[in-house]
Nanobody, 120 residues
Framework: QVQLVESGGGLVQDGASLRLSCTAS????????VGWFRQAPGKERELAAE????????YYADSVKGRFTVSRDNAQNTVYLQIDSLKPEDTAVYYC?????????????WGQGTQVAVSS
């Protein structure tokens, strides 16, 4: 069983930066791909970024390309999401989730989320 805990969210101004962390416990996640999802008020949850187990492969949604950077430190059992040039439309609850392989379609483990709010 894997437990995921997100941290690093907060209330920031338009144009600011944040680094979100997703720390795993229970077992190591170096064999898991990890995704960062977000859900804005009244909207469906969307996948923002993903990273493969070794970090060799990454994926970004078009809406975040150039501003979001996903990385991982498997020694620390942690995955990061660097968000630069934040915009009000980035306001959402951000979740991390883990899946067994890069090609898996289903995520097996989810965190509880961290709130990001961007003021204009």
């Amino acid at each position: 069983q894997v437990q995921l805990v997100e941290s690093g969210g907060g209330l920031v101004q338009d144009g600011a930066s944040l680094r979100l962390s997703c720390t795993a416990s229970g077992r190591t996640i170096d064999n898991y791909a990890v995704g960062w999802f977000r859900q804005a008020p009244g909207k469906e949850r969307e996948l923002a970024a993903e990273i493969s187990p070794t970090g060799r492969f990454t994926y970004y949604a078009d809406s975040v390309k150039g501003r979001f950077t996903v990385s991982r430190d498997n020694a620390q059992n942690t995955v990061y999401l660097q968000i630069d040039s934040l915009k009000p439309e980035d306001t959402a609850v951000y979740y991390c989730a883990a899946k067994p392989t890069w090609y898996s379609t289903n995520y097996d483990y989810w965190g509880q989320g961290t709130q990001v709010a961007v003021s204009s």
